[in-house]
């Protein structure tokens, strides 16, 4: 079965500093990985996702991922944060089912603080 | 209305009390999810809907009830809950394609509590 591991529960970063959140990831097959943030109250939203190709994978917001098969990681980054990135992000890998429908597995989550 | 939506945003319930959580999608998707999400816990898959018909039931209780109608609409009907049902509840839904894993799109989520 497939796992998530986001090692940082909490990360807190100056605004206008360098982000990077961790995700590792166990699954068997080709990982298709996805990032999502969560804003308070608010439901997930996709920022980026990895299927195949190049391994540097652009988003929304100015993010972007970097799979490295090597490390099973998929790290997300940003050159510079904003105060409005504070937030959850959720690290997620998709497999598919016996009727050809989808399932995600999520981490626990990292909560970004940003600092003035 | 665009992408997921959901109705009520907010839920206060007692234990003997029968409610319903909707969500309807204007995605043009053909699967719908519910998930549960708690409180330093990940989120958990509860039901997975292909196609209008139920593929998937995480060992959920009975005390929740998911209903399909057609695409575009799912709900979650709620009697007898617990207080540790008190969390946010989300919907999702994708296109179902063949061959590839396909990207869920969320609603803003129900926040229930029981009391």
């Known amino acids: 079965a497939q796992s998530v591991t986001q090692p940082d529960i909490h990360i807190t970063v100056s605004e206008g500093a360098s982000l990077e959140l961790r995700c590792n990831y166990s699954?068997?097959?080709?990982?298709?990985l996805f990032w999502y943030v969560q804003s308070p109250g608010q439901g997930l939203q996709l920022l980026l996702k990895y299927f195949s190709g190049d391994t540097l994978v652009q988003g929304i917001k100015g993010f972007e991922a970097e799979f490295k098969r090597s490390q099973s990681s998929f790290n997300l980054r940003k050159p510079s944060v904003h105060w409005s990135d504070a937030a959850e992000y959720f690290c997620?890998?998709?497999?598919?089912?016996?009727?050809?429908?989808?399932?995600?597995?999520f981490g626990k989550g990292t909560m970004l603080l940003v600092s003035p | 209305e665009t992408g997921v939506t959901q109705t009520p945003r907010h839920l206060v319930m007692g234990m003997t009390n029968k409610k319903s959580l909707k969500c309807e999608q204007h995605?043009?998707?053909?699967?719908m999810y519910w998930y549960k999400q708690s409180a330093k816990k990940p989120l958990e898959l509860m039901f997975v809907y292909s196609l209008e018909e139920r593929v998937e039931n995480n060992s959920v209780p009975s005390r929740f009830s998911p209903e399909c109608p057609n695409s575009s609409h799912l709900f979650l009907h709620l009697h007898t809950l617990q207080p540790e049902d008190s969390a946010l509840y989300l919907c999702a839904s994708s296109q179902v394609t063949g061959g590839r894993v396909d990207t869920q799109y969320f609603g803003p989520g129900t926040r229930l509590t029981v009391l």
């Open positions: 997620a890998v998709g497999a598919r089912g016996d009727s050809g429908y989808s399932t995600l597995t």
């Open positions: 995605l043009g998707h053909n699967a």
């Open positions: 699954y068997g097959a080709t990982p298709y």
